[in-house]
Structures are given as structure tokens and as C-alpha cells.
């Protein structure tokens, strides 16, 4: 499993890139709100997104247009910012039309709100390079989100993709909405490809208490060690 970081912040994408495990980065549009971004910067900010984390890590950037046309339209310039933007576009009808047109240029999709077999399948048909399952929401209104994460990983492993999507590349599963070290743990063991996750839950997946205690004890005994 790959790690993506879910944040807008720069900041938080500086630190976990320096940490030399981050693969990825994905915003959406209620992140760039949170940090204060300001729609005429929004493909700066990318760029500044796309610069930090270098060539081989995908930044998801979101199109809120709704028809195919402005959403192709909007994919297009997205992806001319940087060669790694991957445009994020929501699950249903008008997303999917647009996932076909941008796939057959050879602009890589992130298909987003997906929360069943069928919405995952018909992305995957249209195209799409990520497919990005939400597990925390599910969790919000009293569902299981990691069954439904299980089904799609599964359902989707059950085919072939390749002749769907941008050049023959594997669809890769983005295990998405993510509330706990526990759902990247699940996750993983499903076999979802990354995890997107948020930097307070990528922090909490780095400690462990008993690492902090073990830690504490070497330290004590090397004192030892030095003072002998
Ligand atoms: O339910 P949440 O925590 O708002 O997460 C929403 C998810 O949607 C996404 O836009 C999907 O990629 C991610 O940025 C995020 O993981």
C-alpha cells in the first residue's frame, strides 16, 4: 500500500515529504477552503502542491464544474499545470462522459465520491486511473465504510482494466475518507493500493506507545553503557 496525503497545507505536505515515505497528495475542494485558498490561486497552489512532492508523486486536483463539457474543459487546464496533476472528478453521469473524454487524451482520472460496487466498476469503464472509495462517511451515517472499501477492492480485482484506462495502467484503489490508523490497517490488508490520509492520522500511524516506552529504555541504557 501506497500512502497519499489528504491536505491542501503546504506545510503539512513539506513535513510529510521530507519524511521520504509520501507517494502522493490529494485535495478537494473543502480542503482548499480550510487552509483559505482563494480561487484565482487555485492552479498556483497546485503547482506549489506538484513542486514539493516532485514528478513521481500524483496530486489530485478537483473539478467542481458539472456538465461534461466544463468538467473536460476543466481537466484539460488542470493538467497542464504539471505532468503529475491528476484531475479528480465526482461519480455520476456527466463525471463519467468526462473520465472517457480525458482518458482517451491520456489524462489520468481520480474518481472521487465513489461508495458502491457498481459507481466503482462503471469509473473503472470509463477510464479511470484511481477510484477513491469513501470509508469514513459510510461510518458517519451508521453503515460499514470498510466492508464497502472490501467489496470494491474485490469486485474491481475480479477484472481486467487495462484496456480502459490511460495507457494500459493498472487502476489503482484509493482507499479514501480515512478517520483512523486502524482504517489504513484494514485497508491494507484488503489490498486497497493507497491510502489517503489525513496528516493527524499519518502522524499517528508513524507512533506507537510502546515504540515511545522501548525508545525511553534504550536511551537509559545506553547512559548506562557510556558511563560504565
Ligand atoms: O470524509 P472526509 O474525511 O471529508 O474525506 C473526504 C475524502 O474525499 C477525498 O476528496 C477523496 O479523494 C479525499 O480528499 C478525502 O479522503
Known sequence: MKFFLDTADLAEIEEAASWGALAGVT???????RIGGKLDDFHNHIKRICDIVGPDCPVSAESVAMTRDEIVRDGRELAKIAPNVVVKIPTMVEG???TRQLADEGIPVNMTLCFTVPQAILAARAGA???SPFVGRFDDISEDGLAQLDDVVRAIGNYDFTA???NGEQIE???ASIRSANHVTQAALMGADIA???FGILKKCVSHPLTDRGLESFL???EKVQNA
Open 129 to 131: 486511473r484511481y477510484i
Open 220 to 222: 537509559k541504557d545506553w
Open 96 to 98: 463519467l462522459a468526462a
Open 173 to 175: 484503489i484509493i482507499a
Open 164 to 166: 480502459d484506462t490511460v
Open 27 to 33: 485535495t478537494n475542494p473543502t480542503l482548499y477552503a
Open 196 to 198: 489517503t490520509v489525513p
